[in-house]
Structures are given as C-alpha cells and as structure tokens.
C-alpha cells in the first residue's frame, strides 16, 4: 500500500474535516484507488473483484499511515 500512495499523484490527494473536536478540527489528506487483493490467486480460477483502498497520508508526514 505504501508503494501504492508513493505512486499516486498530487491531484488524487484530498483534503478532508471529519469532525469537530474538542479543540480542533479533525482533519488529514486521503486518496483512493481501485486495487485488487492478490492473496492465494494461485489457486483461484478467477481474478478477484477490484475493491477501494483508501489511503491517509496527513500534510506534514513523509510517509503514510494507514
């Protein structure tokens, strides 16, 4: 996932304010993209469905966090 947020570019980064806090807004950059989980495919007939990964990398940090 990490190679994945390495590779996206600046525009698919977005801002977002989830919440009101008790002091602050609650806030960070995420993006997000089509990914497809790889695990055992060797014993699968098929590919398995894409799905969303959703990435959060808040300004500041040089690398992402989840």
Same mark, same amino acid.
């Given at each position: *996932?990490?190679? =994945? /947020? %390495? /590779?996206? #570019?600046?525009? !698919?980064? !977005? /801002? ?7 002091? %602050?807004?609650? &806030?960070?950059? %995420? /993006? &997000? ?5 790889? &695990?055992?495919? $060797? !014993?699968? #007939?098929? =590919?398995?469905?894409? !799905? ?8 500041? $940090? =040089?690398?992402? *966090?989840?």
């Amino acid at each position: *996932m990490k190679d =994945l /947020a %390495f /590779a996206l #570019t600046p525009e !698919q980064w !977005q /801002a977002v304010e989830w919440r009101e806090g008790t002091n %602050f807004t609650l &806030r960070s950059r %995420f /993006a &997000r993209d089509r990914v497809r989980a790889a &695990r055992r495919d $060797h !014993q699968r #007939t098929g =590919l398995r469905a894409e !799905q969303w990964a959703l990435i959060e990398w808040p300004e500041g $940090h =040089l690398e992402p *966090m989840k």
